[in-house]
């Protein structure tokens, strides 16, 4: 059973902007810390950002931080990545996953390619 | 930031044989909030191990975990075919999360 399913990737321009959604079907979401995970092509996993369940607190990698921004709406059980700026470095599928770290469940990746 | 490298960055095994992946930390990982993952083309990531040393749900036990600090081990006992994937150490002690690059293990 897929429990996180993200959706919004797509071709973007360089500099353009695009929202990424991840609408969790579990029990639980409002309890967990939600998080995006992202994967450049011919290249390894790398951490994007994490937030708690309420949104008091969020986390970026460096090389994200100022141009993207994680939200959350609790009510419709979905985490959001809305990312601006975009470069063609952050060409990768991105993955949402439930939890701070060591996840146990991710979704199936959405595609983002950032080129004109 | 935690900087993790893993070695080696590739093996190529026989099924049946011992796989040994090494992960070394720039810093000391706190209390053991360390993860190894697997990861297969075209699929989602798979959380293996947690904690450094504890199989996450449903994992089988040729899979195991050892280490604390800044020095961990993945060991997975027999390789299944089903075993041949991409291997990622992860830190979750503190942000930045981050990943190891990664060891491709490949059938011989």
């Known amino acids: 059973e897929v429990e996180l399913v993200e959706s919004g990737g797509g071709l973007v321009q360089p500099g353009g902007s695009l929202r990424l959604s991840c609408e969790d079907s579990?029990?639980?979401?409002?309890?967990?810390?939600m998080s995006w995970v992202r994967q450049a092509p011919r290249k390894g996993l790398e951490w994007v950002a994490n937030?708690?369940?309420?949104?008091?607190?969020?986390y970026y990698v460096d090389s994200v931080e100022g141009r993207f921004t994680i939200s959350r709406d609790n009510a419709k059980k979905s985490v959001y990545l809305d990312m601006n700026s975009l470069r063609a470095e952050d060409t990768a599928v991105y993955y949402c996953?439930?939890?701070?770290?060591?996840?146990?469940?991710w979704g199936q990746g959405t595609l983002v390619v950032v080129s004109s | 930031e935690i900087v993790l490298r893993q070695s080696p960055g590739n093996l190529s095994l026989y099924p049946g044989e011992r796989c040994t992946v090494a992960c070394r930390a720039s810093q000391i990982v706190d209390d053991n909030f360390f993860a190894w993952l697997q990861h297969k083309p075209g699929q989602a990531p798979r959380l293996l191990i947690l904690g450094a040393s504890n199989r996450a749900t449903g994992i089988p036990d040729r899979f195991s975990g050892s280490g604390s600090g800044t020095d961990f081990t993945l060991t997975i006992r027999r390789l299944e075919p089903e075993d041949f994937a991409v291997y990622y150490c992860h830190q979750y002690a503190r942000a930045p999360l981050t990943f190891g690059g990664g060891t491709r293990v490949e059938i011989k």
């Open positions: 996953a439930r939890g701070f770290g060591a996840y146990s469940v």
């Open positions: 937030m708690n369940k309420d949104g008091s607190e969020k």
């Open positions: 579990g029990l639980t979401f409002s309890d967990n810390w």
